[in-house]
Structures are given as C-alpha cells and as structure tokens.
C-alpha cells in the first residue's frame, strides 16, 4: 500500500525558496499522478501542482505559475515541489498527494486516495 511521506517545510523570508521533498513507500510513484495541495487557516484546501503518470505533464495553479515547480525522481520514489520567491500568502500546511484522476479532475482534492501527512511552510514578510 502506498504511503507518503512529506518533509522540507519550516520558515522563510518573503522572496526565499524552499523544496519541499514527498518520499513514497509500499509502492512506486511511476502509475500514480502526483500532486501538491495546501491548506491555510481558515481556508479550504486548494491545488498547487501535479505531474500526471502518463507522459509526465505538469499542471501548475495560476496563483503559483512562474514560482513554483514540480518533478520527480524515479531512483529515489520522490516528489519535489520546488518554492521559489515564496511570499507571504504561500503560508499554508503542503500536502502531497497519489492517485489517478482524469485530467479534468486532477485539480480536486477528492480525486487523490492517498495523502501525506503534510508539512508547514510558513512565509515572513
């Protein structure tokens, strides 16, 4: 059974970059779409990006395009999502996330069967 693991959150300034690291387990990430949510308080949990397993096309969130970046790393069973000029509305708990939803749902948090625990990102301004 797939498990996942998130690491690589913690504090940064306004500007900074953080590559946030999602290692699997129990199964390899190669038939699975992966993705990258976030929470903040209050708010409800929205995309940030996701590398389909088919061809390996990413999709990017139009708050994050520019900035933030995902890819994989078949030797290692890793997901990356690279932050780059972070400010401070990036603040948000990040999870990642593996299943196989169609293209036209890849986007919905309901479409992802299997969840990280998540970590904190947290931006200074």
């Known amino acids: 059974q797939l498990q996942l693991e998130e690491s690589g959150g913690g504090l940064v300034q306004a500007g900074g970059s953080l590559r946030l690291s999602c290692a699997a387990s129990?199964?390899?990430?190669?038939?699975?779409?992966t993705a990258w949510f976030r929470q903040a308080p209050g708010k409800e949990r929205e995309f940030v990006a996701a590398?389909?397993?088919?061809?390996?096309?990413?999709y990017v969130a139009d708050s994050v395009r520019g900035r933030f970046s995902i890819s994989r790393d078949a030797a290692y069973n890793t997901v990356y999502l690279q932050m780059n000029n972070l400010n401070a509305e990036d603040t948000a708990f990040y999870y990642c996330?593996?299943?196989?939803?169609?293209?036209?749902?890849?986007?919905?948090?309901?479409?992802?069967?299997?969840w990280g625990q998540g970590t904190q990102v947290t931006v200074s301004s």
């Open positions: 996330a593996a299943g196989r939803p169609i293209v036209s749902t890849m986007r919905t948090v309901g479409a992802y069967r299997t």
């Open positions: 129990g199964d390899s990430f190669s038939s699975y779409t």
């Open positions: 590398r389909r397993w088919i061809g390996g096309t990413t």
